[in-house]
C-alpha cells in the first residue's frame, strides 16, 4: 500500500520550493533567502520527501518545475499568505483597543448623536464593549468621580467650569429658554427675570443642569435675588413639558423644543431672557490616555469633528 506523504510542516521548506521555481536557479534563490546553496537543497530534497513527488527537473537551464511541481506552487503561495495573514493578525491582536467602556448619557439620544457616536466606536475599536447609563448631567458627573463612568456627556455652563479634574471636549453651545403653559403669553413676553420670578416654575433635582442654570438667576447670590414659586419638583424632560403644558409652571427648555411646541401646542416662550449651555463630552484627566477612554474620544471626534 502506498504510505502517505508527511506534509511539511516548515515554512521556510516552502518558501525555498517557492523562490527556486520563480528564480529557476538555486544559487540566485540562496542569495534571495539569505542562505547558502546546500541549505535550499536540502530544504527541496526535504520537500521531495515529505510529498513522495519529483518537484523539480534539473536542466542545462536551471531547475524547472515538474507536473507535480506546478500544482503544488499556487498552494504553496496560499499557505505562505496565510501564514504571513496569521502573523499580522497575531501582531495586531498586542495593540487592539479592548474592555468595556461605561457611557453615562444625558438627554436624547439625537441631541447627542449617540447613535453615529457608537456607530463609529464600533467600527473603529470592535473590540470595545459598551454600557450605556442614562441621567443626569450632575450625576454623570458624580458617578465619573466614582468610578462608575468611564466617559459620559455633560451640560457645561460657560462661566462655571468644571475643573481641571477633568478633561472636557466642548461639542456645541445651545440656548435654554423659558416655556410658560397656552395663554400664558402676556405673563412671560416682554418680562425679565425679575417679573418671571413671581411665577410658578417646575424645580428640579440638584443634579439637573436646570438646577445649576436657575442658580444663577434665582435665590442668594443670583442675579435676581428671588426665589421664585416652585410648584413640583421634575427630574425628566418629557414630565417638564408635560406639566408645562397642563398648566402648572414655568421650565427652562431648550430652544429647539421651545420653538417645536410653541408652534405646535400655542405653549409660550419668554422672549426677553435666555441662559447659555455647553453639551461637552467628558472624563476623568487622569484617564484620559487610558487606551477604551482614548478610543471612545477618537470616535467622538470623527462624528463632532
Known amino acids: 500500500m502506498r504510505r502517505s506523504p508527511a506534509l511539511p510542516t516548515d515554512p521556510q521548506t516552502l518558501r525555498a520550493f517557492v523562490t527556486v521555481a520563480r528564480e529557476g536557479n538555486v544559487s540566485r534563490a540562496a542569495l534571495r533567502l539569505h542562505l547558502s546553496q546546500p541549505a535550499v537543497s536540502l530544504q527541496l530534497k526535504a520537500l521531495a520527501d515529505a510529498t513522495g513527488l519529483q518537484l523539480f527537473t534539473r536542466t542545462a537551464q536551471g531547475m524547472v518545475l515538474t507536473r507535480d511541481g506546478a500544482s503544488l506552487l499556487p498552494l504553496a503561495d496560499k499557505a505562505l499568505a496565510a501564514l504571513a495573514d496569521f502573523g499580522q493578525a497575531a501582531a495586531g491582536l498586542h495593540t487592539t483597543v479592548r474592555g468595556l467602556l461605561r457611557i453615562g448619557t444625558i438627554l436624547d439620544p439625537e441631541f447627542t448623536r449617540l447613535g453615529a457616536f457608537l456607530k463609529q466606536l464600533v467600527e473603529s475599536s470592535p473590540q470595545v464593549a459598551t ?36 478633561a472636557l471636549r466642548p461639542l456645541t453651545r445651545f440656548t435654554y429658554r423659558v416655556l410658560a ?37 434665582f435665590g442668594p447670590g443670583s442675579l435676581t435675588g428671588l426665589e421664585p414659586r416652585r410648584v413640583a419638583l421634575v427630574d425628566q424632560e418629557a414630565s417638564m413639558l408635560d406639566l408645562v403644558k397642563s398648566g402648572v409652571g414655568l421650565s427652562l427648555v431648550r430652544d429647539a423644543i421651545a420653538m417645536r411646541e410653541a408652534q405646535a401646542r400655542g405653549l409660550a416662550i419668554a422672549d426677553q431672557v435666555a441662559l447659555e449651555c455647553d453639551l461637552s463630552f467628558i472624563c476623568l484627566a487622569g484617564r484620559a490616555g487610558e487606551p477604551v477612554i482614548a478610543a471612545a474620544w477618537s470616535a467622538l471626534e470623527a462624528v463632532w469633528g
Open 131 to 166: 454600557e450605556l447609563r442614562q441621567g443626569m448631567s450632575g450625576d454623570v458627573l458624580a458617578q465619573l468621580d466614582r468610578g462608575d463612568l468611564d466617559v459620559g456627556f455633560f451640560l457645561d455652563l460657560p462661566d462655571d467650569p468644571v475643573g481641571a479634574a477633568y
Open 181 to 217: 403653559p397656552p395663554g400664558w403669553g402676556p405673563q412671560v413676553r416682554g418680562k425679565d427675570w425679575k417679573a418671571l420670578a413671581a411665577l410658578p416654575w417646575l424645580a428640579t433635582p440638584p443634579a439637573s443642569a436646570h438646577h445649576r442654570l436657575q442658580r444663577r438667576v
